[in-house]
Structures are given as structure tokens and as C-alpha cells.
């Protein structure tokens, strides 16, 4: 019997590691890095299908109701989650961040993201960054052109509540 029990303790252990969210996962608070200020709230997870996303939850002066005007005649994007013009898909609530793939815990890659202010589409990589003494978890979230060429931006760890908030 007590070696049931043991079996099963260590199965029950096991498996809640094999469950456990990456630590990539959560609400998030982007920062234009020019002025320093929130610029907008995001949700990442990661999807039944393994890769993640993220969605905009809030952007700064904007309402739930606004579109994504600043992709105005954009084709469809490759692999895009939402079926539709890019122009018509509201700019809260869609998922800007699509196809992600697991490196290893807190790093993803080969997927893509959106910047939905003007449209354009890049290649995406994000890397989870643990808290420090004086700084809150971070996650950077780099968009490229190709060949290394492009701009990161580091988002900071935040509740459902603030990112869900519009400033």
C-alpha cells in the first residue's frame, strides 16, 4: 500500500508540472519606449493547438468599439486566427499576436505579430524575463523585417484588471 501511495504521489507531481502554464502566459502591459507610457493591455496564452497568442484587451485612447483602421488595405494575413479584412477587425479583442512556437519555457519564436496601428506584419519573438529586486517580471516582445532587422519592446507583468483597463 505505501508503495501505491508513492507511485501516486509522484505521478500527482508529475503531472502538475506537465500542466503547468509557461510562464510567458498572463496580462501584460505594452510601453512605447520613446515617451515611456502604457500604450496597451494584452493577454498571452497558449492555445489548444500548443503555439500562443496574445490579444489586446485595452490601448490607450481607444475603445473596444474601434477598428483596426491603420490597416487599411492589407490583405489578409498568412495563418492570420480571424477570417476577414485586417481594416474590419476590431482593434480590442483581436489576436495581434498568432502562431508562436514553443522554444522552451519562456521563449517563443516563428510566429508573428501585428503592429495594429499601421498594419504591417513582422516576425515575432518573445522571452519571459523574471522579477528582480526592484524591477516586476518583463517580456520582451521583438518584431523583425528579416536578418535580425528590427525593434523590441519590453512589456511589464500586470492583473487582468489593469491590463483590462483603458488609460
Given at each position: 500500500?505505501k508503495?501505491?501511495i508513492t507511485v501516486f504521489?509522484?505521478?500527482l507531481?508529475f ?5 503547468a ?12 519606449e ?10 498571452i496564452?497558449?492555445?489548444d493547438?500548443?503555439?500562443m ?9 481607444f475603445t473596444?468599439q474601434?477598428k483596426?483602421?491603420?490597416?487599411k ?5 498568412k495563418?492570420f486566427?480571424v477570417?476577414?479584412k ?5 482593434l480590442?479583442?483581436?489576436?495581434w ?8 519555457d519562456?521563449?517563443w519564436t ?10 504591417n506584419l ?8 523574471g522579477?528582480s ?5 518583463w517580456?520582451?516582445?521583438?518584431g523583425?523585417?528579416g536578418?535580425?532587422i ?11 484588471t489593469?491590463?483590462s483597463?483603458?488609460?
Amino acid at each position: 500500500m505505501k508503495r501505491i501511495i508513492t507511485v501516486f504521489t509522484i505521478l500527482l507531481l508529475f503531472s502538475g508540472a506537465v500542466f503547468a502554464s509557461d510562464p510567458a502566459e498572463g496580462y501584460w502591459i505594452s510601453w512605447d519606449e520613446k515617451n515611456n507610457k502604457a500604450t496597451g493591455g494584452w493577454y498571452i496564452h497558449v492555445n489548444d493547438d500548443g503555439m500562443m497568442y496574445g490579444e489586446m484587451l485595452s490601448a490607450t485612447g481607444f475603445t473596444s468599439q474601434t477598428k483596426a483602421y491603420g490597416a487599411k488595405g492589407k490583405k489578409p494575413y498568412k495563418n492570420f486566427p480571424v477570417a476577414g479584412k485586417p481594416e474590419d477587425m476590431p482593434l480590442v479583442g483581436t489576436p495581434w499576436i498568432f502562431c508562436m512556437k514553443k522554444v522552451k519555457d519562456g521563449a517563443w519564436t516563428d510566429g508573428n505579430i501585428v503592429d495594429p496601428g499601421d498594419g504591417n506584419l513582422y516576425k515575432c519573438k518573445v522571452t519571459y524575463h523574471g522579477a528582480s529586486e526592484n524591477k516586476p517580471a518583463w517580456l520582451e516582445v521583438r518584431g523583425e523585417i528579416g536578418l535580425g532587422i528590427g525593434r523590441s519592446q519590453h512589456w511589464r507583468q500586470s492583473s487582468k484588471t489593469e491590463a483590462s483597463n483603458t488609460w
